[in-house]
């Protein structure tokens, strides 16, 4: 992550029922929670250190990632970071420079397992990419579903440059992404790439201009929104853990999810829907 930060363990949450009821707002000292419609938004607010991390924004984003689990009324996260120079810019390195072999691990294990929950919420994340993403905010982007990006924006995984290696992921989600020979390249030099050369290698889904940012991201959003929850739910899940082993079992998972889907309301109505040449009204259900 970059440089990974923190020595807070993380403990895995245990799986909590979306429920429709109102939830109190999350007051949140590095992250700015909010929600408007269908649509949370979680913003990084450390703008004066280009968004770094730290425990307390580790803590602070998973327990908004929490929140939009669990919350029903929530059908994607837009993620983002304050100001216009970085998404994430890494570790807090004051934080970072202190931590021991045991403090590190746990603080790798702990920002794992807050992307863990990002990639597996078992609803879009938008990555939208104001500026830096470097080391944890690199990762981080990467645990996201769809990761948007601005012109200006820099991607690198540079923990080699500090006598580490990527903390939260990075090893395992960028070879997966735009495969091990690039991978390897941009973790073992450290070095940082633009977004164009992001897109071309497949790290980023798009580039567009900053003032188009977040528009961009809802309108991609909205477009998976429109569509059956449950069927969205279950192509995440099987996308994710299909990339967890071999092709022939993860045909199986996908086989397994379409019968699923099958039984569900929403199919029914998207079938109609289609033969009556009508919009359908999906429920979820």
């Known amino acids: 992550m970059t440089m990974v930060s923190g020595t807070a363990p993380f403990t895995p949450s245990p799986a909590t029922a979306p429920n429709s009821t109102p939830r109190a707002a999350l007051a ?23 968004n770094a991390l730290n425990t307390p924004t580790w803590t602070d984003l998973h327990a908004a990632f929490e929140d939009a689990k669990a919350d029903a009324s929530v059908r994607g ?3 983002t970071g304050a100001g216009d120079k970085a998404f ?18 746990e603080s790798s294990r702990f920002g794992q397992g807050v992307l863990d929950l990002i990639e597996n919420l078992g609803k879009p994340v938008i990555a939208a990419i104001n500026g830096f993403a470097l080391g944890g905010g690199c990762e981080t982007a990467m645990a996201c579903t769809i990761r948007i990006a601005v012109e200006h924006a820099r991607f690198g995984q540079p923990e080699v440059k500090l006598g580490l290696l990527p903390g939260g992921g990075g090893t395992q989600r960028l070879p997966r992404l735009v495969g091990k020979g690039r991978a390897l390249q941009l973790i073992l030099t450290g070095e940082t790439i633009s977004a ?8 980023v889904n798009e580039v567009v201009p900053a ?22 739910k279950f192509s995440l899940e099987a996308a994710n853990k299909g990339m967890e082993t071999s092709q022939s ?3 199986v998972l996908e086989a397994s999810f379409f019968g699923i889907c099958a039984a569900t309301e929403d199919k029914k109505e998207g079938t109609a829907a289609f033969l009556e040449k009508r919009a359908p009204q999906f429920r979820g259900r």
């Open 77 to 79: 996260v837009i993620l």
């Open 249 to 251: 079992e993860g045909l």
């Open 196 to 203: 164009q050369e992001a897109y071309r290698i497949g790290l």
């Open 211 to 232: 003032a188009g940012l977040i528009d961009r991201a809802e309108t991609i959003l909205k477009q998976i929104m429109a569509n059956a929850p449950i069927a969205v």
């Open 28 to 50: 949140l000292a590095n992250v700015q929670y909010e929600k408007k419609g269908a649509i949370a938004y979680v913003t990084i607010n450390r703008p004066k250190v280009l």
């Open 88 to 105: 994430i810019a890494g570790a807090d390195i004051s934080e970072l420079a202190h931590v021991d072999a045991y403090d590190a691990e």
